[in-house]
């Protein structure tokens, strides 16, 4: 064992697996730490939706046990997660963060939470989200927001900001989050967290409650670009459940991430993104990024991909014409929230679910369904749905282009450093704006991750650089992401997150 | 509360001597897969409630569609038998409205893209003419599932004090039928509707793909009907330019005789209002069984928008055409084909085919000639006591036989052990009920019972003397050549025999003696 921080919620995921597996601590420990910081914190950042204190133990507790007997565990058994609320967890609360799922016990598990409970990691508890993943800043969250770590009164990106505040408070080494337009990877960079977006089909969607079903996408979230790497290896792979799963190995992310290297790797700068409406110092610190990627021996070009300017018009189209779809099925028929209509002597079935909707159903769910039951209508599906499914054509031809040039592509992740809470809940168009660099990949299906690019000069808050890779090539992230965090952690003088101001004077070393 | 008719209707001989019949029928059938058309779950009729769900097929959140191939499989198969083309890509689509027993708000189905289109199946009516249905697709889905209306006196939803939904019939394949509109029917619409309704049953039950129990909702009929003005016959091309008038969809027609009295009653109150001046409302209707007619549904109109789009959860079907053709290899001869076949193979006049069919002993005979039996033995055996005692019990033959263990082989044994004398016709009926009271084989019940010709001619010939000694003026007729005479000699000859005896052989020993 190397060097474990006496604070075990301040180690990596990865050295976090090495002590367990040289048994110098045990999950017992590294779970009820994590409990203590959440007891400590959690009140100050509400990452949480739903913490499970006693499962976690009985499966840290259970894990200890099999390591004890001998047994071969996996790489990260023992080492605690949080999952994010849009994954089904038999026996815990799922609520996506809305009141229309208050009180809903999943019945079953999906995929992924089955695969994370195989491999043996305790899940610690559910985190926030913006209600159906309907977001990018957990304003919309039907529980209240979640709150950025580096500034309480920021917002720690949408709609995984539960995930993200959780990893960026030490509330657990490792989150899952769902990608949709940016939901893992722009949250990611507002909190100086690691997030990536698998290659659709690359991570099974059954368990997880769909938005847009041709654009979800789960993915790992973490600290560093190995932990993710670690996350993605358990999550990842096929799964008859899922008919758009890929049938094939999981990319050699792990292997990739470990060698971090980029010598003779093509890196593109994406024209299209990162001109006007973005911050000078995110515009900076990626720039900062790129040339770094050059000394380490990438040689970079700029690419252009002109159909990315229409991206964010054609997924405003087709998420919600989907969504529209797959939230049909909550009308208080058979679980989840039941709300009577008022006045209404004896109503109808009919007369129930439009009340039940009507309450359970936050503002930004509501517009979205109104635009896709109208963008599907007939008589506008051609203009809207149809004509988006061709810009959508377009820009995987734009990413097919650029990738006859480049292996991997690269910009920011997102356009401005971490607002606050309430700067845009009234704007959905600037709110919406907040993924203009990220929603390409998911129209694609292409992979894509952010990782820290450093602190903004104007405010100090934290800038990520996205990394996009072609279909299936998850591994070619993980070999950029590692070899330029390593690079810019050297900078730094170490991780950037030890620069975020402490918790409300909690001691860090508290409850450990 | 029964419907009580309100509508006005018309003569129908007047109504087809004003109005020209046009129809659209649309066949849902489930098809007997072992498990659902996007899950595991199992689709045995009858369950328990709510006892055959999971989280796809119940709509919970974050479940997802995986396609039954075998469910792919037998809508091609369908298709094909159908002369249908089948599609090279197709996609399944959500058609999106929201009802109680719907669990996602939204049915999988398929849309402008279906597995099967372009076809036609000829069917026979009963003058033995034959009226070609154009398909015009053959697309798969799933079911709902079921909603019970408790209280009320309908059992449907209004006045109902609370309703009850089971999903067992959630999920399970369905394969809607399509067909074109059928034109040049005349008169004879109602009888079209319902030969091509049990012709496609027929097809259906051959393919081995469905239980096609219209009683349980197996294969259910919806009814398009719409009239335009009579101007000639009814394939003139005159009458063929007419444009065709408004339509009534009858929903869940469930038996076959219903598909003809449906089709009957909206071509008369069609006519009523047409006739009157009238337009014909575009709805559904409710058929009526008892009192048979049809009452308003609900109203077709521009706001019924179904914002069909590709479901996104599945990938598309793309059959190779190698494993098209295996498939089209595996077609049975198309019934009606084989009808025929069989029926010259058998020898029977168009009569005794319809009566074979009717009593539903087709397959029972083709077994029992299979197993040596004379056509006519097996037919004469099958259609008599066997059927006589099944009709009673209410029961199909084929169902009957195989309760009490009664097989083909049985009739082909009972055949052969009169086709080598050991018993003669009446013996061979008491030998049938012993077997049908379950004592045995043929055989077994011959030698059970001592039931054996006797084969001593001595025996006969001593009785056939005695006979003629005491039946003088008898046997003075046959030897004036009234052979017909011969019938009350023999008559007493097997009376003298117990009935051990060959009758024919103590026929020609009486004409020897006497001519």
Redesign the interface.
């Known amino acids: 064992m190397t060097d474990l921080p006496t604070d075990l919620t301040r180690a990596t995921a990865a050295a976090l697996a090495d002590a367990l597996a040289t048994k110098a601590v045990s999950s017992v420990e590294v779970t009820q730490a994590h409990l203590d910081r959440i007891a400590a914190v959690d009140g100050q950042v509400h990452a949480y939706l739903h913490v499970d204190a006693e499962g976690a133990l009985a499966q840290a507790r259970a894990i200890d046990e099999r390591r004890g007997a001998g047994e071969s565990l996996s790489a990260l058994a023992g080492v605690p997660i949080a999952v994010k609320d849009v ?2 967890t038999k026996g815990l609360p ?1 609520t ?1 963060g809305s009141k229309i ?1 208050e009180g ?1 016990i ?3 598990d ?1 995929t992924v939470v089955t695969k994370l409970r195989e491999a043996g990691l305790p899940i610690i508890g559910k985190t926030n989200m913006d209600e159906f993943a309907m977001g990018s800043s957990t304003e919309h969250s039907a529980y209240g927001p979640s709150r950025n770590p580096w500034d309480l009164e920021r917002i720690p990106g949408g709609s995984g900001g539960g995930s993200s505040s959780v990893l960026a408070s030490f509330q657990a080494p490792l989150a899952t989050g769902t990608d949709t337009g940016g939901s893992i990877r722009q949250p990611a960079a507002v909190t100086a967290t690691v997030g990536t977006k698998p290659t659709y089909g690359g991570v099974s ?6 938005l ?3 654009l979800d996408q789960a993915g790992p979230c973490g600290r560093t670009v190995l932990d993710t790497a670690l996350l993605h290896a358990v999550m990842g792979g096929h799964d ?5 799963s890929i049938d094939a190995p999981v990319p050699p992310v792990v292997e990739a991430a470990r060698a971090a290297d980029v010598r003779g790797m093509r890196v593109g700068v994406v024209k299209e993104l990162g001109g006007k409406g973005y911050q000078p110092g995110v515009r900076a610190r990626f720039d900062e990024s790129v040339a770094l990627l050059e000394e380490l021996g990438a040689e970079v070009v700029e690419v252009s991909c002109p159909n990315f300017d229409y991206a964010l018009a054609a997924y405003y189209l087709i998420l919600p ?2 969504a ?2 797959n939230l ?4 208080a ?3 989840g929230l039941r709300v009577l209509p008022d006045g209404v002597d004896d109503p109808s ?2 007369q129930v ?1 439009a009340a039940t909707r009507d309450a359970g159903f936050g503002p930004e769910v509501k517009r979205r369904i109104i635009l896709g ?1 109208y963008a ?3 008589g506008y ?1 051609d203009a809207y ?1 149809g004509s988006a499914q061709k810009v959508r054509a377009l820009i995987a031809q734009d990413f097919a282009n650029a990738y006859e040039q480049v292996d991997v592509l690269v910009s920011p992740t997102a356009p401005t450093t971490a607002f606050k809470l309430g700067d845009k809940l009234e704007d959905p168009m600037a709110m919406y704006l907040n993924d203009i660099a990220t929603i390409p990949a998911n129209l694609a299906g292409v992979p894509g991750m952010s990782i820290p690019s450093g602190l903004a000069d104007e405010d100090g808050l934290p800038a990520g650089i996205q990394i996009l890779a072609p279909a299936t090539k998850d591994e070619r992230l993980y070999s950029v992401g590692a070899a330029l965090e390593a690079a810019l952690v050297d900078r730094w003088g170490g991780p950037i997150l030890d620069r975020a101001p402490e918790l409300g004077g909690v001691a860090a070393a508290k409850g450990a | 509360m029964t419907a009580v008719a309100t509508d006005a209707v018309m003569d129908y001989d007047e109504a087809m001597a004003k109005f020209d019949p046009v129809m659209g029928l649309e066949v849902h059938v489930e098809l007997h897969t072992a498990t659902k058309m996007f899950c595991g779950c199992p689709t045995g009729f009858g369950a328990e409630p709510n006892s055959q769900v999971c989280p796809v097929c119940l709509g919970l959140p974050g479940a997802l569609p995986v396609v039954n191939e075998k469910a792919v499989e037998s809508a091609m198969r369908i298709g094909l038998a159908l002369n249908c083309e089948i599609a090279e890509w197709c996609r399944f689509a959500r058609k999106n409205y929201f009802y109680p027993d719907m669990p996602k708000n939204f049915q999988t189905s398929q849309y402008d893209e279906p597995i099967a289109y372009g076809g036609y199946l000829d069917v026979e009516l009963e003058d033995g003419s034959i009226y070609r249905v154009e398909i015009e697709r053959a697309h798969m889905e799933e079911d709902t599932g079921k909603s019970l209306h408790i209280g009320g006196a309908t059992g449907r939803i209004h006045g109902a004090d609370h309703s009850l939904v089971d999903y067992n019939r959630a999920g399970i394949p369905l394969i809607e039928i399509v067909t074109k509109p059928m034109v040049g029917a005349g008169e004879r619409a109602p009888e079209v509707a319902k030969a091509y309704v049990s012709a496609l049953r027929d097809l259906l039950r051959a393919l081995d793909v469905s239980d096609v129990k219209m009683e349980q909702g197996s294969m259910r009929c919806d009814a398009n009907v719409s009239l335009r003005p009579k101007v000639g016959d009814p394939l003139s091309s005159e009458q063929l330019a007419v444009p065709l008038g408004t339509r009534t969809e009858t929903k869940n027609v469930n038996s076959l005789r219903s598909v003809e009295r449906a089709v009957r009653y909206e071509i008369s109150r069609h006519a009523a209002i047409l006739d009157a001046g009238g337009s014909v409302l575009q709805e559904t209707r409710h058929w009526h069984e008892d009192t048979g007619i049809t009452t308003s549904g609900r109203v077709k109109s521009d706001a019924e928008d179904y914002r069909y789009f590709p479901e996104p959860d599945l990938v598309p079907v793309a059959p190779t055409r190698e494993m098209v053709e295996a498939l089209r290899a595996t077609l049975p001869e198309p019934p009606g084909q084989r009808r025929k076949r069989l029926q010259s193979d058998w020898g029977y006049s168009d009569l005794e085919m319809r009566d074979v069919m009717n009593a539903g002993a087709v397959e029972l005979i083709e077994e029992t000639v299979a197993a040596g039996a004379s056509a006519g033995a097996a037919k004469k055996w099958w259609l008599g006591e066997p059927s006589r005692r099944a009709n009673a019990e209410g029961q199909d033959i084929v169902t009957y036989a195989a309760a009490l263990g009664f097989t083909p082989a049985h009739v082909a044994e009972l055949d052969a052990l009169v086709t080598s004398g050991r018993l003669n016709d009446s013996m061979a009926r008491q030998v049938l009920d012993g077997v049908l009271a379950g004592e045995g084989t043929p055989t077994a019940v011959a030698d059970a019972r001592g039931l054996e010709l006797v084969k001593d001619d001595g025996a006969l010939e001593a009785a056939v003397d005695k006979v003629i000694e005491t039946n003088p003026d008898v046997a003075a007729k046959i030897r004036d050549g009234k052979v017909q005479a011969a019938g009350a000699l023999i008559g007493q000859v097997m009376k003298e025999m117990k009935g051990q005896a060959d009758a024919g052989k103590a026929r020609e020993l009486i004409l020897a003696k006497l001519q």
């Open positions: 994954m089904t799922t996506c799922l809903w999943p019945p079953y999906a969607r059954y368990g997880l409650v769909a847009a079903s041709s008859p459940m899922d008919s758009t014409s989907e529209s779809s049909a099925k909550f009308d028929m058979r679980y079935a009919e679910m039951t599907l209508s007939s599906y749905y």
